[in-house]
């Protein structure tokens, strides 16, 4: 669903003036009115109608989730239904498909509301359904990424970066408009919305906002030319199936070249489909491999612990503790036996969050 002019239903705490519109005439040229609602452009209209939103929400006997503050849900003996937003778009879906008419019924009294039907696109996001599920992917937002670039008919490579190759700031000369490759790597970080398989080069050529170089263009060239070859793959979310969450996490030591600090990587799945993940430098040099393997299990832990209370919030709780994967050996046996001694204790933090159960 849609909210139409949505900032102009909420209400301002604050006191404002504004001068009339020129098509007004009044007694005196000095007069001007107080704004009773926000506007548009306006510093405060997105922050005012969330509160509207959030209000109405509320005396619908709708609760914001805690973890997840764009999130709200009403749980009852019949199901329960589920209101995600984003601005003035709305995700409503559920169980209980009473209390779903009956939420669209008040809210076309309180707003004005256009409803989109079943959801197909959301902000880029194509949504298929299946018998067996549900799958994403971005097809068009890809297509026209392509375009923009210039690289239709152009022969597709089977992977998204160069093996072995390493980008510094500073190898070869600079663009003379930065703001293209700005605006493309932005486009790459919102396609990584469900493309995990380029979350590791987008996150390389990322680095490089502030100066990028023709050889960091190509690399973004490249990035596109691969999704040339898959531009339908996307997530697939399996219908009817036990929510068990399954965690896995790795890093690459010292790799970057400039600041030789590692980078975390970890994925998470809930009964076999990508629910979340991350690709991101850590914000130290670790002394050694078993430092950045930890470090990043902590990472994952983190996301772990989220995981279960959002699920928990829900009604899905977790009954087991979650399994995480790694592949460091050093790393896995400090974490199943908690003793530091001087060459650990550096990471004794770290390892005290990835401890709790």
Known sequence: MDVKNAFLHSDLKEEIYMKLPSSMTTSSPNDVCKLRRSLYRLKQA?????????????????????YDYSLFFHKSLTGIVLILVYVDDLIITGTDTRLITKLQVMLHATFCMKDLGQLTYFLGLEVHHRSNG?????????????TLVGLEGTTSVDIPMEVNVKYRKDEGDLLADPTIYRGLVGSLIYLMTNRLDISYVVHQVSQFM?????????????IIRYLIGSPTRGLFFPRGSPLQLLAYSDADWARCPDTRRSTTGWCMFLDGAFISWKCKKQDRV???????????????CSEIVWLHCLLEELGF????????????????????NLVFHEHTKHIEVDVTILGKP
């Open 210 to 222: 502030s100066s990028p170089q023709h050889l960091h263009f190509a690399a973004i060239r490249r």
């Open 134 to 146: 549900i799958y994403l992917n971005q097809h068009k937002y890809i297509q026209d990424l392509i």
């Open 286 to 300: 670790s002394k050694s491999f078993t430092e950045a393997e930890y470090r990043s299990m902590s990472s994952a």
């Open 317 to 336: 709780s977790q009954p087991d503790s979650t399994p995480l994967h790694a592949d460091n050996t050093s790393a896995i046996q400090i974490a199943s």
């Open 46 to 66: 997105l922050r005012a109608w969330f509160e509207k939103f959030h209000t109405t929400l509320l005396n619908f006997s709708f609760t914001q989730s805690q």
